[in-house]
């Protein structure tokens, strides 16, 4: 962490502290010597204590305490020390284009491998195409990717939000693409089935649910970001009124 970040975190502790009172500052002065004991560097310490105190500073105005809300000393102490380890949000652009290939072409070819059990024998109309569904989830991904890469990302904590586009630009891009991949969609659903084979309603049905088991795994083993929506907000500390 910056130098000047962490300082500026230390004084907003301090201005924080000042606030408590004298039971919740001797709480926070009795876990700050059990994480030292416990050898968290002063960074971590830091870190922990910007995240509770604000927290503390709030709820005190309605007659909690510390212990009330965080447990006894030891009991905190051992939940920072043991805390898990967040794993890795993945965005790399060839993951998240694969998570939405499978999810889109888990959810039509689903769709449309049940649908067509139902019919009578002999209509395809309700069963796409393997290629047209190829093409469809291929693009599809792409277009969610787009969303995200234009849009989504700049609504995560800490990102650069000067870098994002203007709204209306990515709005336009977002809709050529969106619609290319319809046109496309619809053109290889034209093509004659030697180009565009209809496969067994249940073999498809098999086929994506394979696929949407392979994106839970990979979603579970890459932590892979998720393209369709903005991160849920936080909510932000109330500010303290002087």
């Known amino acids: 962490m910056e130098a000047e970040k962490l300082q500026a975190m230390q004084n907003e502790n301090a201005q924080l502290r000042s606030q408590l009172t004298k039971k919740n500052e001797q709480y926070i002065f009795d876990l700050n010597k059990a994480l030292e004991a416990a050898n968290l560097t002063e960074t971590e310490k830091v870190v922990t204590l910007h995240e509770m105190l604000p927290t503390l500073v709030e709820e005190q105005k309605v007659g909690k305490t510390a212990r009330q809300l965080y447990g006894t000393v030891s009991e905190r102490t051992d939940a920072i020390v043991n805390k898990p380890v967040e794993q890795k949000r993945t965005t790399t652009a060839s993951l998240m284009w694969l998570d939405n290939f499978l999810l889109i072409f888990g959810m039509l070819g689903l769709i449309s491998g049940v649908m067509a059990m139902f019919i009578p024998k002999g209509t395809q109309a309700a069963s796409y195409g393997l290629t047209a569904l190829l093409v469809a989830s291929a693009l599809g991904g792409l277009v969610f990717y787009m969303m995200y890469l234009f849009i989504y990302r700049f609504e995560y904590p800490g990102a650069d939000r000067s870098q994002k586009p203007k709204t209306?630009?990515?709005?336009?891009?977002?809709?050529?693409?969106?619609?290319?991949?319809?046109?496309?969609?619809?053109?290889?659903?034209?093509?004659?089935?030697?180009?565009?084979?209809?496969?067994?309603?249940?073999?498809?049905?098999?086929?994506?649910?394979?696929?949407?088991?392979?994106?839970?795994?990979?979603?579970?083993?890459?932590?892979?970001?998720?393209?369709?929506?903005?991160?849920?907000?936080?909510?932000?500390?109330?500010?303290?009124?002087?």
């Open 168 to 242: 209306w630009k990515s709005m336009v891009m977002i809709a050529c693409v969106t619609l290319v991949w319809l046109l496309v969609f619809n053109g290889a659903a034209l093509l004659p089935r030697t180009l565009n084979p209809i496969i067994d309603p249940f073999v498809l049905a098999v086929l994506s649910l394979i696929a949407l088991g392979g994106r839970y795994y990979l979603k579970k083993r890459f932590n892979i970001v998720s393209s369709l929506a903005a991160p849920p907000r936080t909510p932000q500390p109330t500010a303290k009124k002087k």
